[in-house]
């Protein structure tokens, strides 16, 4: 399930924009995994499953506190899925000792469980946000481990299971490649004047890039997602639990994957693999670059200009992608491609009328952001846009 979100401002990120609950639980989890690997390497027993396990409670001690709600739900699954091990064990092994093992350990389960936990504290800033170095470094392990985990069993296993390990792989590696986008990094993109052909006239302004390495990062994690729900259709087999179980489910998933990855692959890569996106801020209008398409949007046309996302549901998972969102007072008023304007109903419905991605931006999200607010609001200042003033205005942040 997907819906549109308004908000005048973001959650913070990082440990302090966590309610003590959670971060008391994240604590436990980690320390939980520590507690493991040290007590089976004091006994010499220490395997590769006591390492994944302490691995996978550090991870998700990790996205608890930096991989906002989806690092909540992540968390809130392996802690439930610890108490209800412990309790397994218990009822076969009843005792004391145990007893306590376990309410120690089932504790983090509470404490994800309570109200508070889920209610993130604002932040004061109003400017939209591309992710966190915990949510890269979360994305940055997972896919690292899953892709050499997929290609240990392309190589060592045996029939369908060598297609399933690879698609795994190329699903993973995916999530391996966008990791960066997430990285709250400095970006170095330049403001420039540029003039540009829109139609029969040209417009001059203030161009905003967007990254051209970013966009081919993206374009490459799209192919490999489309190459992976392929998989998904072929080696069906391999991917159910029981010999005798439906493969069609797999196969379907696969199919709307693939078909979706495909299709936007395509025309993704059909508009210039990102070299020449960009966004110019005119006197008049703002024009979005994408390639050769152009969508030109009047000044008089904007109602307001706010920070939005996408929010996609998955599994009771939120998963979120932020917008600078443009919502129209006259839809009519403004010049875009067959296919663009056929999609402005969806958009509307989804997040706004027209809506800039931010991960792949060559310069920091927040001044397009307020850019787009400053000049909407001052019509008297948008002449400068065409002259050194507003390139000066906007490389100095004087937008408030």
């Known amino acids: 399930m997907v819906e549109r979100s308004a908000r ?16 008391v639980a994240a604590a436990l989890l980690g320390l939980f995994g520590l507690l493991l690997v040290l007590i089976e390497a004091d006994q010499d027993d220490l395997d590769t499953a006591e390492m994944v396990t302490a691995l996978v409670l550090v991870a998700a001690a990790v996205a608890l506190i930096w991989a906002g709600r989806l690092g909540y739900w992540i968390g809130l699954v392996v802690a439930a899925l610890v108490a209800m091990l412990l309790l397994v064990v218990l009822a076969r092994r009843p005792g004391v000792a145990g007893a306590v093992v376990t309410a120690v350990c089932a504790l983090p389960l509470v404490l994800l ?30 896919g690292g481990l899953f892709t050499l985990g997929g290609l240990a069993l392309a190589l060592t296993g045996r029939g369908a299971e060598r297609g399933a390990g690879a698609a795994i792989a190329l699903f993973f590696l995916a999530c391996l490649l966008t990791a960066p986008l997430f990285a709250p990094g400095r970006r170095r993109g330049q403001l420039r004047l540029e003039t540009l052909r829109v139609g ?11 990254s051209g390495l970013r966009q081919g990062v993206l374009l490459v994690a799209i192919a490999c997602l489309a190459l992976a729900m392929l998989g998904f259709v072929v080696f069906a087999d391999a991917f159910a639990d029981d010999p005798g179980e439906s493969v069609w489910p797999v196969r379907l998933v696969g199919v709307v994957g ?11 890569a059909r508009r210039g693999w990102g070299r020449r996106w960009r966004v110019l801020l005119t006197p008049s209008a703002v024009v979005i670059a994408m390639g050769r398409a152009r969508t030109v949007v009047p000044w008089a046309a904007i109602q307001q200009v706010r920070t939005t996302e996408v929010m ?48 792949t931006l060559d310069i ?9 607010r400053y000049y909407h609001q001052h019509p008297q200042a948008r ?7 507003g390139l000066a205005r906007m490389r100095d942040g004087q937008l408030t």
Not at 115 to 135: C, D, K, Q, V
Request: net charge positive; hydrophobic share 45%; charged share 20%.
């Open 8 to 23: 005048p401002a973001l959650p913070a990120g990082g440990w302090r924009s966590r309610p003590g609950v959670v971060r």
């Open 258 to 268: 693939a078909v979706f990855f495909g299709v936007g692959g395509f025309m993704f």
């Open 312 to 359: 996609t549901y998955a599994r009771g998972a939120r998963i979120s992608e932020p917008l600078v969102g443009i919502d129209l007072s006259d839809p009519q008023a403004i010049q875009t491609g067959p296919l663009e304007r056929l999609l402005l109903p969806l958009n509307r419905r989804l997040a706004a009328d027209i809506t800039l991605p931010i991960r």
């Open 113 to 142: 469980a309570v109200p508070a936990a889920r209610r993130p504290r604002p932040a004061t800033r109003p400017a939209p946000s591309a992710g966190g170095w915990g949510e890269f470094a979360f994305m940055l392990v997972i």
């Open 200 to 210: 029969d006239r040209h417009e001059r302004g203030v161009v905003v890039p967007y």
């Open 383 to 389: 002449a400068e846009l065409a002259t050194p003033a």
């Open 364 to 372: 920091d999200p927040s001044l397009l952001y307020e850019a787009l």
